[in-house]
C-alpha cells in the first residue's frame, strides 16, 4: 500500500488481513465516510468508540506533515478531525516538521511555514475548532 500512489485497491480484505486491521462494523454514526464505506478497516475502534458511549474521556491524535499544499487527502482527515469534535471528543494534531525532513527532505523551518500559513489556517477554515485541539508545533 502507497498512501502517495495512485494504485487501486482491488482486495480490501487482504489489506485489512494484512496490516492486522479488523474490518469497520456498521455503526449508527452520521458520517458520510463510515456510512459510504469508505472507512473500510480499524485497529481497535471499537474500544474507543465504547469507552466515548459509556462517557469515559477519549481523544484523538492525528498529525500534519507539512510538506506542500493540501490536498483532498488532507481534507478527508480534517473532515473526520471536525466530526470527532462535533461529538465532544478531544482532539490532538502534532505537526510532523521531522518526518518532513526524513521523508521529503523539507527544511525544519519550511515545514513550520508550511504548518503555520497554509495547514493550520486550511483546518480551521474547513471548520476544526481550534479551542476543542491541542496544536503542537
Known amino acids: 500500500l502507497n498512501p502517495w500512489g495512485s494504485d487501486q485497491i482491488k482486495d480490501y480484505d487482504k489489506l485489512?488481513?494484512?496490516?492486522?486491521m479488523q474490518?469497520?462494523?456498521k455503526l449508527d454514526i452520521d458520517n458520510h465516510y463510515f456510512r459510504r464505506g469508505l472507512i473500510f478497516g480499524h485497529r481497535d475502534f471499537d474500544l474507543f468508540w465504547k469507552d466515548y458511549?459509556?462517557?469515559?474521556?477519549?481523544s484523538i491524535l492525528t498529525g500534519i506533515m507539512p510538506s506542500g499544499a493540501m490536498h483532498l487527502g488532507h481534507k478527508m482527515v480534517v473532515?473526520?478531525?471536525v466530526f470527532?469534535?462535533?461529538l465532544?471528543?478531544?482532539?490532538?494534531?502534532?505537526?510532523?516538521?521531522i518526518e518532513a525532513r526524513t521523508t521529503r527532505g523539507i527544511s525544519k523551518e519550511d515545514a513550520e511555514k508550511y504548518a503555520l500559513e497554509e495547514?493550520?489556517?486550511n483546518w480551521i477554515a474547513l471548520g476544526l475548532d481550534p479551542k476543542k485541539s491541542a496544536l503542537q508545533v
Not at 458511549?53 to 477519549?58: F, G, L
Open 23 to 25: 474490518k469497520m462494523p
Open 88 to 97: 465532544g471528543i478531544k482532539t490532538r494534531v502534532l505537526v510532523a516538521d
Open 84 to 86: 470527532y469534535q462535533d
Open 79 to 81: 473532515d473526520q478531525c
Open 119 to 121: 495547514y493550520l489556517p
Open 16 to 20: 485489512t488481513q494484512e496490516f492486522g
Open 53 to 58: 458511549k459509556s462517557k469515559k474521556p477519549v
